[in-house]
């Protein structure tokens, strides 16, 4: 049924895109098996998820041929003069060592072995989908919301103190080392997240089974109901409504070569002057620049790998502690986001973790109020700061520790009854040497 879901899920942007004139996210995956992909560290990273259903052997194998496959690719593309002028040189070997595992397991596979192979190879293609997904999703809140309700952000912003100019003259501060750290770190938060999914299925290969909840699973969800709260509360950020944008246009400009001019930013305020407290209008903006502020998926994203990294060792509790803190310096010293989206951020991801979990240990009375409570909340954010942000910005003592509270209980609420203890793991059953995979 999911599988349905989500196939289903990808025709209807791919038909979306379409209507843009643009090509979908199936289109897109299709192409990279023959041409330079564009997410080639992504292909990678899918292919360790999907091995974490092989055994050492199988791994070795896989590697191996997917990096022979690349360096075949990289030598006709030499020979025939082909230029890689948008994307990368390797990672078609790795969506066809995946491919090639999904044949296997149909064609020689019977049983609960094909069954946790596709899985696998399943993991892996939702993980790249969802990259591409993303970009589809990006595109249509920027072709289909002409106007953006950043003022209201801003103005409910005031009640925080502005965060984002605050983080954004200090990290100006720190010159171009402190924005090339963080910019490497907010790059690849996918990274992380791989590094935390692979510590959390390590042993999926031994007892040849998935545990019911697992990052992935988190972050996919995170991706698809995200951008959905993008149509419903379209917001670009400060560094375009409130200044030029220039350093971080190449990034955000996903597909088309169009100047900063096209914007149309209210004033250049951003860091040095905060926004003036009038009364917030709805503000026409370009057809390219993403509606990807509200909430703050980044900082969503961030949270799940702090979340799942709890129960590891302490070098990966660290690792997940520091992503979380250094992302969240990122997306408001960048200009990326307003501090009322980490909040929501927050909240989101905490709603999501809970009911992700609760469809594995089961539903009970807790779950369900703590689901329903989150649920209230961010609805109450999102409410609170389109209707009332002036209230917000004039009673900063009142609204901003109402803030804080409201993201408080739903953490409070998570930690006293969706984090407790994981339910105990069956005892691991040893693979059939039968089982052996044969690429």
């Not at 990006?138 to 925080?160: C, F, G």
């Not at 171009?176 to 996918?190: K, R």
């Not at 109901?225 to 670009?236: D, E, S, T």
């Not at 209210?266 to 905060?274: E, G, N, R, Y």
């Amino acid at each position: 049924m999911a599988g349905v879901v989500a196939i289903g899920f990808l025709i209807a942007l791919e038909i979306a895109a379409r209507r843009y004139g643009l090509p979908g996210p199936i289109t897109n995956q299709v192409r990279e098996v023959i041409f330079a992909p564009k997410s080639g560290f992504l292909l990678y990273a899918g292919m360790a998820l999907m091995m974490v259903v092989l055994t050492w052997r199988q791994r070795l194998v896989a590697t191996g041929a997917a990096i022979g496959i690349d360096l075949a690719f990289l030598v006709v593309r030499w020979a025939v003069g082909a230029e890689i002028t948008d994307g990368h040189p390797f990672g078609n070997g790795a969506l066809w060592v995946i491919l090639g595992c999904a044949v296997i397991a149909l064609t020689r596979r019977t049983g609960r072995e094909r069954v946790l192979l596709l899985k696998g190879v399943g993991l892996a293609l939702l993980l790249v989908a969802g990259r591409k997904t993303g970009d589809i999703w990006l595109l249509i809140t920027s072709k289909s919301r002409p106007e953006v309700l950043d003022q209201y952000l801003a103005t409910a912003d005031h009640a925080l103190g502005n965060p984002s100019w605050l983080a954004g003259r200090l990290l100006t501060a720190t010159g171009p080392i402190g924005f090339n750290f963080l910019d490497i770190v907010y790059g690849q938060l996918a990274v992380a997240a791989v590094v935390v999914a692979l510590y959390q299925l390590r042993n999926v290969a031994v007892e040849r089974r998935f545990p019911g909840h697992h990052l992935v699973r988190t972050f996919l969800v995170i991706g698809l109901l995200g951008p959905a709260i993008y149509m419903i509360f379209p917001v670009v950020g400060p560094i375009f409504a409130y200044g030029t944008g220039a350093e971080h246009w190449a990034s955000v400009s996903l597909w088309a070569d169009t100047p900063s001019s096209a914007r149309w930013a209210v004033a250049d305020l951003w860091p040095h002057t905060p926004p003036p407290l009038d009364t917030p209008q709805h503000m026409p903006f370009d057809e390219i620049t993403p509606r990807n502020c509200m909430p703050s998926l980044h900082t969503a994203w961030a949270t799940a790998i702090f979340i799942h990294s709890r129960r590891g060792p302490r070098l990966l509790r660290f690792a997940g502690t520091f992503w979380l803190i250094a992302t969240l310096a990122a997306t408001l010293g960048f200009g990326y986001h307003y501090g009322v989206d980490l909040i929501a951020g927050v909240v989101f991801t905490l709603t999501i973790e809970a009911a992700l979990r609760a469809l594995d240990r089961g539903w009970d009375r807790s779950a369900t109020r703590l689901v329903a409570h989150g649920t209230a909340v961010f609805a109450a954010l999102l409410v609170s700061y389109r209707f009332l942000p002036l209230e917000m910005a004039r009673y900063p003592w009142v609204s901003a520790p109402l803030l804080l509270l409201a993201m408080a209980s739903v953490i409070h609420g998570y930690v006293k009854t969706a984090a407790p203890r994981e339910p105990k793991t069956p005892p691991a059953r040893q693979p059939d040497p039968q089982s052996e995979l044969v690429l």
